[in-house]
């Protein structure tokens, strides 16, 4: 009857594992799907915008016109798209890390209450005379639990390092896009 038991349990974990995996599988198609959808999109975006300097260049009749092209706002606006475009990848890493996030902790949660359960049957089933040795394991089984929560905790710095880590190199691109304002320019006139 414990070996039934037992092969229950494991039976029914290895269907929860198998349903996690495909769970975390369908988050990352579906960030990958948003991923591919913003990239496309900005991509348009970009060709539109080179089709529209190119069609300003070539109109250009004199110097005057391609200085106007040259201001800074123009570099700023390119900027301030490439740093929306940051912070939408930025959401879509978020969402599916969040989403990672909780599978890991349910399925901490479920792994430990399914250890409990399992020992508490084991333990109720123990043979007379076996007490000492069922409060050594019971003992032993309440410090291993204690691994749960080292888990968890190690799974939550990870997923908060990796947060830290998409901020910083978004924080990075945004100091590689960004444009300095022109300093004004302060003349006196002779």
């Given at each position: ?38 990239n496309q999109a900005a991509a348009k ?63 901490i949660d479920d792994a430990r209450a ?55 190199a978004m924080a990075n691109m945004q ?16």
């Open positions: 009857m414990f070996q039934n038991q037992l092969n229950d349990q494991l039976s029914q974990a290895q269907t929860k594992a198998v349903e996690s995996a495909k769970y975390l599988a369908q988050v990352a198609v579906e960030s990958a799907q948003e991923l591919a959808e913003l975006d970009a060709l539109v915008a080179a089709q529209d300097a190119s069609a300003k260049l070539m109109a250009i009749k004199d110097a005057q016109e391609l200085t106007k092209l040259a201001q800074p706002e123009v570099a700023q606006d390119a900027a301030k798209y490439a740093a929306a475009y940051q912070a939408k990848v930025n959401k879509v890493m978020r969402n599916g890390n969040k989403e990672v996030a909780q599978v890991v902790d349910a399925s399914e250890m409990v359960n399992f020992v508490k049957e084991a333990t109720k089933t123990a043979p007379a005379g076996s007490e000492a040795f069922v409060a050594a394991f019971k003992t032993a089984f309440e410090t291993s639990l204690q691994q749960f929560d080292q888990v968890r905790a190690t799974a939550t710095d990870a997923f908060a390092n990796f947060e830290k880590s998409v901020d910083a100091g590689q896009y960004a444009v300095a304002k022109p300093a004004t320019k302060s003349r006196k006139s002779a």
